[in-house]
């Protein structure tokens, strides 16, 4: 599984970006969830959401941002409302077979990643 992480930039307080993650190396991804972590400067890297590729399950670490995917692209979205700086960091797509509820918010459990997009909060 390959994927490929786009669409950051520099975005003002309080403004919108959507950060795309096209996935590929596979005729399906039946089964998959991809999520997005992110990491800041100094800390560790965290979870920000996730959706289940089969039927579009959602997860989420913050009702800011909203997780889509186009089946028909291979391509997962994530759509960042009301961004504050502390949302500054490298954002990476990951993907893992299937999902397991008690480590989908764990980038350990994630065995395909992204290289990162980053994204600056910022006046």
């Known amino acids: 599984v390959q994927l490929q992480a786009s669409g950051g930039g520099l975005v003002p307080p309080g403004g919108s970006l959507r950060l795309s993650c096209e996935c590929s190396?596979?005729?399906?991804?039946?089964?998959?969830?991809i999520a997005w972590f992110r990491q800041a400067p100094g800390k560790e890297r965290e979870f920000v959401a996730a959706?289940?590729?089969?039927?579009g399950g959602t997860y989420f670490a913050d009702r800011r941002f909203t997780v889509s995917r186009d089946r028909a692209k291979n391509t997962i979205f994530l759509q960042m409302n009301s961004l504050k700086p502390e949302d500054t960091a490298v954002y990476y797509c990951?993907?893992?077979?299937?999902?397991?509820?008690?480590?989908?918010?764990?980038?350990?459990?994630?065995?395909?990643w992204g290289q990162g997009t980053l994204v600056t909060v910022s006046s």
């Open positions: 990951a993907a893992q077979p299937r999902l397991i509820t008690s480590t989908l918010r764990r980038s350990e459990a994630y065995n395909s």
């Open positions: 190396g596979r005729s399906s991804f039946s089964g998959y969830v």
């Open positions: 959706i289940k590729w089969t039927n």
